[in-house]
């Protein structure tokens, strides 16, 4: 069992930064990718960005430039950083654990944190 713990969201101005972090209940080494999903109202789940455990990224097209994220084994923890906010990356974002390569879906995920891109 792997408790994902989002923190880290809160308004911002289009244009701003935000850095999102995500505490694991595990040793994160042992999880093959982990990443961050966003839900926008009326929206299905959509991939924002992953990283396995050799740190390979996958960014979605609408945040490559933007978003980067980070793996810190030392502290089991993963990063979000996003620069250039758009009021459109405004959604709910979650924290997914993958533990292995053969899961199409990761099969853990935090509770979300809210990201609010508005003047």
């Known amino acids: 069992q792997v408790q994902l713990v989002e923190s880290g969201g809160g308004l911002v101005q289009p244009g701003g930064s935000l850095r999102l972090s995500c505490s694991a209940s595990t040793n994160i080494f042992n999880i093959y990718a982990m990443g961050w999903y966003r839900q926008a109202p009326g929206e299905q789940r959509e991939l924002v960005a992953t990283i396995t455990r050799t740190r390979n990224t996958n960014y979605a097209d609408s945040v490559k430039g933007r978003f980067a994220i980070s793996r810190d084994y030392t502290k089991n923890m993963i990063y979000l950083r996003m620069d250039s906010l758009k009021p459109e990356d405004s959604a709910v974002y979650y924290c997914?654990?993958?533990?292995?390569?053969?899961?199409?879906?990761?099969?853990?995920w935090g509770q979300g944190t809210q990201v609010t891109v508005s003047s």
């Open positions: 997914s654990a993958k533990t292995d390569y053969i899961l199409e879906y990761p099969n853990y």
